[in-house]
């Protein structure tokens, strides 16, 4: 797990999503992107999966967000924006978004639920 060092907390402060890098994060949490919990049913993450024929799609999203160093950054302007507590927790070596806390899972999903429709209802928990 990555700690609260001087470091992080200095990165943190620094980093801003653009409009476009907003609208198209919060665009993914309302379209591909999906919550998906961890096996205890506690943290979620937001998962994209595609097929080969989105291809181009994944590597346009990558552009978007290719000068973002990783998660972290992701990590931290979720809670700048939405004031929302995000862990990054290791999940079979890989890095992984994590909403901890039944209030801020509450939180995040009264945010987006009011936008999304009635046929996305199966990604929410």
């Not at 999940?91 to 901890?100: A, E, N, Q, T």
Request: aromatic fraction near 12%; charge should be positive.
């Amino acid at each position: 797990m990555i700690t609260n060092s001087t470091l992080i907390r200095n990165l943190r402060k620094s980093l801003k999503l653009s409009r476009k890098q907003e609208f198209i994060l919060i665009g993914t949490l309302l379209g591909d992107g999906s919550l998906l919990p961890n096996s205890w049913g506690k943290n979620y993450r937001l998962s994209l999966r595609q097929g080969a024929l989105q291809k181009e799609y994944l590597f346009w999203k990558y552009n978007i967000f290719k000068t973002w160093k990783d998660n972290l950054r992701l990590k931290s302007s979720l809670e700048r924006i939405y004031k929302i507590k995000v862990l990054i927790i290791k999940d079979h070596g890989k890095p992984r978004l994590y909403i901890s806390g039944k209030n801020d899972i509450r939180k995040f999903l009264s945010i987006i639920k009011p936008y999304c429709l009635k046929l996305f209802d199966y990604k929410f928990p």
